[in-house]
Antibody, heavy 121, light 107 residues
Framework: EVQLVESGGGLVQPGGSLRLSCAAS????????FDWVRQAPGRGLEWVGR??????????EYAASVRGRFSVSRDDSKKSFYLQMSSLKTEDTALYYC????????????WGLGTMVTVSS | DIQMTQSPSSLSASIGDRVTITCRAS??????LGWYQQKPGKAPKRLIY???SLQSGVPSRFSGSGSGTEFTLTISSLQPEDLATYYC?????????FGQGTKLEIK
């Protein structure tokens, strides 16, 4: 079964750091791009960042709202994707989804269940 | 950035109705447009990709169309399980951007 499972969410103070992980199973991890998409409570969806695959040099992209504070990475040998978050702000409070895309096949085809990040003092 | 304006923001329809949701892009996009369904308390699910391609396993009552700056999701005959919020997404450029969402209620 194709699956993405996020972990690492929790409560953190403003200015703090947190690392989210996404464990993949049921498919060839290295063939795909991965993104983080977040959803603040009661709000819509916001794309956060992307890591492309080895064929595209593992290049990354970020939303302006997180650029310089967040960093995406991946470990193909562990079938895992990560989001390192620093200098967290209250407005980063959201459910963070790990999402898979396949080059040439549209975007965001498979979603995890999400992990909740709450930034509060 | 490409802005996606989705309408309506909410709608109420009866079982069997034909439902149409529209997204307008702030600039022309090619075929990099998808539609997503999010049921209450659940993760989003892709329904349509590349404007009009139906995701495997999605019922054929869902369809997508459009070109340029205007795109449409149509549900041909509304079913009770279609209660959800629907989002469009453009992924032609970065940042990828979603519409604001359309909350669909069943009368």
């Amino acid at each position: 079964e194709v699956q993405l499972v996020e972990s690492g969410g929790g409560l953190v103070q403003p200015g703090g750091s947190l690392r989210l992980s996404c464990a993949a199973s049921g498919f060839t991890f290295s063939d795909h791009y991965f993104d983080w998409v977040r959803q603040a409570p009661g709000r819509g969806l916001e794309w956060v960042g992307r890591s492309r695959d080895k064929a595209h040099s593992y290049t990354t992209e970020y939303a302006a709202s997180v650029r310089g504070r967040f960093s995406v990475s991946r470990d193909d040998s562990k079938k895992s994707f990560y989001l390192q978050m620093s200098s967290l702000k209250t407005e980063d409070t959201a459910l963070y989804y790990c999402v898979r895309s396949t080059y040439g096949y549209g975007a965001f085809e498979i979603w995890g269940l999400g992990t909740m990040v709450t930034v509060s003092s | 950035d490409i802005q996606m304006t989705q309408s309506p923001s909410s709608l109420s329809a009866s079982i069997g109705d034909r439902v149409t949701i529209t997204c307008r892009a702030s600039q022309g996009i090619t075929n990099e447009l998808g539609w997503y369904q999010q049921k209450p308390g659940k993760a989003p699910k892709r329904l349509i990709y590349s404007v009009s391609s139906l995701q495997s396993g999605v019922p054929s009552r869902f369809s997508g169309s459009g070109s340029g700056t205007e795109f449409t999701l149509t549900i041909s005959s509304l079913q009770p399980e279609d209660l959800a919020t629907y989002y469009c997404l453009q992924h032609q450029g970065f940042p990828h951007t979603f519409g604001q969402g359309t909350k669909l209620e069943i009368k």
